[in-house]
């Protein structure tokens, strides 16, 4: 039952700080200087050239795989990068990784 309880009050924490202090239209801004040249526009038509050459499919945005994320593994993703998909938001501002994954979420179909 506590770990329920600590699971619970996580999860709230979480999702209000993404809501609360996350700009999904800013987000969309630097989503299309840093992601859209792979992603396609609003994350739904992936760069078939760019997914070629990395010899890897990029994902599409809005899938139920990408938006059962946690925001937690999604900012993992952006500054880290994962598989052959390089940290694009490696220099971006705690507040511009919020918000495109703010942006993300707004994708959900």
Known sequence: MKKLIITFFAL?????GVA????AKAGADVFTTK???CHGEAGGAPNDMMSKMLGAPIPVLSSPAIQAQSDADLHTTVTQGKGKMP???????????DDVIAYVRTLKK
């Open 12 to 16: 709230m924490a979480t999702v209000a």
């Open 20 to 23: 609360l202090g996350a700009d």
């Open 35 to 37: 992601c859209k040249g």
């Open 87 to 97: 940290a694009v938001l490696k220099t971006a501002t705690p507040a511009q990784v």
